[in-house]
């Protein structure tokens, strides 16, 4: 700041004050927050095709009619595509045979990703015990210097990891899956 000339500058002191804040809003849930500008953006995207902006007022109705009508068979043919053809499994395990069931094609692939991840490159390093919960320490073979704690209760089928991908994108990470394997899950649960 000094090198700069900006300790003087309030709105720049102000923000270095708070820079322990800075880290990503790791704690904050970001889920869908992305998806809510991109959603816009597709939505404007689609409507553009059908609509000008010296249309009528009939004109305008017919044409957005017509736009959601194609929305709608879209959305139906993926509903159908979804529900009558599967993607290949990579795994023998239950948990990948139960999202294929209640995930869509494209979820079920980014889930798919991070249960080969949690079969393949999570490896266990330690565990710590506090009351009822157990701490699992795991490293991963892509980036062996770092590791993750997964917190896992069984009383309340409660399990946090440090990387926090389920609070952030909404997608359950491969250190929450390896300790779904490894406690022997069926199902992914609720």
Partial sequence: MTDYQLVEH???????????QWAYFKDVSMSGLM???????????????????????????????????AQRYKQSKLNIDNKHS????????????????????????DFQTEL???LSDCRFKD????DETKIYILTDLQMPNKSWNVAYSPDNMEITCSCSMFQ?????????LWILHNQDFQKIPE
């Fill in 35 to 69: 998806r809510v500008t991109s959603r816009s953006e597709s939505e404007n995207s689609f409507f553009d095709r059908f609509l000008t902006p010296h249309l009528t007022l009939v004109e305008f109705w017919v044409c957005y009619e017509s736009a959601l009508e």
């Fill in 168 to 176: 952030r994108m909404g997608l359950l990470c491969r250190h929450y």
């Fill in 116 to 118: 080969v991840a949690a």
């Fill in 86 to 109: 599967k993607i290949p499994w990579k795994t023998s395990s239950n948990l990948e045979v139960h999202a294929s069931e209640i995930y869509s094609h494209d979820i079920f692939k």
């Fill in 127 to 130: 565990v710590d015990k506090i």
């Fill in 10 to 20: 309030e709105w720049f002191s102000d923000l270095y004050d708070i820079r322990e």
